[in-house]
């Protein structure tokens, strides 16, 4: 709305530019939006600072625009909003769109968005948890930008991994079934082979198992498709409990026989050559990446084999514009080397890798070999025990099933919150101290606010009014500006695949509300004020509400 009177603006002094070379200045002092001419001084081969002062003496704001003043700093041409005309206006869209924000900027382009792919041989850590929320939290993004998206998982449920937990369940596990969560139950069998057989990496035990798997053999398949359904069971389990939604379930066992057919194209188009031993290679030295095997030198396929067959079932079957692989920073180099291959196959669907960093201890990294994690069944239940009892001081009244729903909300969105609020690619000292902080920039201080606009539009029980501007204050204003973003923050950060954006976002809106309700009284007002404040009360709410979605975290009632 208000940058599309800028962009009119501007053409009728000549300039022709788009919305993304508008800007928000770092302080108010500087306008409500500037645009440099830096990219103009180019063209005209003039001085960007004379363009600016030219321009703003050419404007003429029309007496109906939501313009107040233009004026030029330096290089930029500043423009200051007429805050009292938008108000009334931009107050009737939040509320009449229950889905204010969302847009078509994605017009349908098709999406795949992979994530949530932990192995069959142990329980998720809460690394893996960033995974899910991240990958979960992207996915609500982009489909509330337009764009039609496809959640899916790839289980990692065959390889050198799954066969040391299916071997140590084998060996000490005598048939019993799970008398605890199972993938918990399988999970341990894992850790124990890894102590009985800490050094060799290439067990001639595990070789066998899979090169049985790959052939077939009866008994090696029951036994696999046994322990992989329990560890799939408890897998559901949390990911239910997270509240992360998967459209697709893929697994690593399905692409075994596909993998093989990608090998012949490989050699038939000499991507790929066979070493003397055996192996196939694929050769991507004169590209500068490092070369990698496909196939072993023993006929078994690799990880990486499955991959590539997994991406050209991806493309040919849901014609994908973009296939967005949500893995770790350290497969940074796997995910060139495949991508690249795929160029070279002629596969055509957008593949990008969105890279994540590790979740790390106080004392250093985690290692689900050794057993040295933070579980997420674990992380999960004890900020849910602790949002229990601050409910129980704040709140004792609360009925105990009641109490219990929203302690799962507070509890499990102040973990999401704690794993989305920080760039992707940055890595996090996974600090208790830090993730249990109630106070501050976290997920329960945000639903708080949401939980305080809901209290006073309960007390004020008639809202439904006939919105009329007022003279603002300095925070109904601000508060005014920052829910005018919201459409804006949604499409940059599914173009930038940037959840954390959206967090900031909503701390911001949290924060500016606070404000204004400490310095604004909204009950105790009257007339029109009354009228005006109830509903930037009411348009707060829907806004945080649709924010603390787009993350994935749900909003009680009460607090």
């Known amino acids: 709305m208000m940058k599309e009177e800028i962009l009119k603006l501007l053409k009728s002094s000549g300039i022709e530019t788009t919305e993304e070379n508008i800007e928000v200045p770092p302080s108010s002092e500087m306008g409500d939006y500037a645009f440099p001419c830096f990219e103009l001084a180019k063209v005209l081969k003039k001085n960007p600072n004379q363009i600016a002062e030219e321009t703003v003496n050419k404007l003429k704001v029309w007496e109906t625009s939501l313009i107040e003043r233009v004026e030029s700093k330096g290089a930029y041409i500043n423009f200051f909003l007429n805050w009292e005309k938008i108000s009334e206006k931009l107050l009737k869209e939040i509320i009449s769109d229950k889905k204010y924000g969302a847009s078509d900027f994605g017009k349908r382009k098709k999406v795949m968005i ?246 790390n201890l106080p004392e250093g990294k985690m290692s689900s070999r050794l057993g040295k994690v933070v579980l997420l069944d674990d992380v999960i239940d004890k900020v849910v025990d602790l949002a229990a009892k601050e409910i129980e001081k704040r709140n004792s009244g609360m009925k105990e099933k009641e109490k219990k729903s929203t302690a799962e909300k507070i509890g499990i969105g102040a973990m999401k919150y704690a794993l989305l609020k920080v760039s992707p690619e940055k890595d996090i000292v996974f600090d208790w101290d830090k993730i249990l902080d109630f106070e501050g920039d976290t997920g329960p201080y945000i639903q708080y606010a949401y939980t305080r606009c809901n209290s006073i539009l309960k007390k004020a029980k008639k809202t439904k009014s006939k919105i009329k501007s007022i003279r603002l204050t300095e925070h109904e204003r601000n508060l005014l500006k920052v829910l005018s973003r919201f459409p804006e923050v949604v499409v940059n950060s599914a173009k930038d695949m940037r959840p954390h954006n959206i967090c900031n976002y909503a701390n911001e809106v949290a924060t500016k509300f606070n404000n204004f309700y400490q310095f604004c009284p909204v009950l105790k007002s009257e007339g029109n004020e009354k009228k005006f404040r109830l509903a930037l009360v009411q348009a707060t709410k829907n806004v945080l509400e649709n924010s603390l979605d787009l993350i994935g975290i749900r909003v009680p009632e009460k607090m």
């Not at 893929?250 to 012949?264: G, H, N, P, R, T």
């Not at 590209?287 to 030198?297: E, K, Q």
């Not at 067959?309 to 967005?324: F, N, P, R, T």
């Not at 920073?329 to 055509?348: D, H, I, P, R, S």
């Open 114 to 359: 992979e994530h949530t792919q932990p192995n069959t041989n142990k329980p998720q850590h809460i690394g893996h948890g960033r995974n899910s929320v991240l990958g979960d939290s992207l996915v609500r993004i982009m489909r509330y930008a337009g764009y039609k998206v496809f959640s899916v998982t790839y289980w990692g449920d065959i390889g050198s991994q799954q066969a040391k937990a299916i071997l140590g369940y084998k060996m000490w596990g005598q048939d019993k079934k799970p008398d605890i969560k199972p993938d918990h139950f399988i999970g341990k069998f894992y850790v124990m082979y890894n102590e009985k057989y800490p050094e060799d990496k290439e067990q001639p035990k595990v070789r066998e198992f899979l090169q049985n798997w790959e052939k077939g053999d009866k008994k090696t398949l029951e036994l696999w498709k046994k322990v992989t359904s329990w560890v799939l069971e408890g897998f559901h389990e949390t990911i239910d409990r997270l509240g992360v939604k998967l459209d697709i379930e893929l697994a690593e066992s399905q692409f075994e026989k596909d993998s093989k057919k990608i090998i012949d194209v490989l050699l038939k188009k000499k991507i790929a050559f066979k070493s003397p031993e055996g192996a196939v290679v694929v050769d991507l030295e004169k590209y500068g990446l490092p070369s990698y095997i496909v196939l072993r030198s023993d006929e078994t396929v690799l990880y990486s084999t499955k991959d590539l067959s997994l991406a050209v079932h991806k493309i040919q079957k849901y014609k994908l514009d973009k296939s967005i692989y949500v893995v770790g920073a350290e497969q940074k180099l796997y995910f060139e080397q495949v991508f690249k291959t795929l160029e070279l196959l002629g596969e055509k669907g957008g593949f990008c890798h969105l890279v994540y960093g590790l979740v």
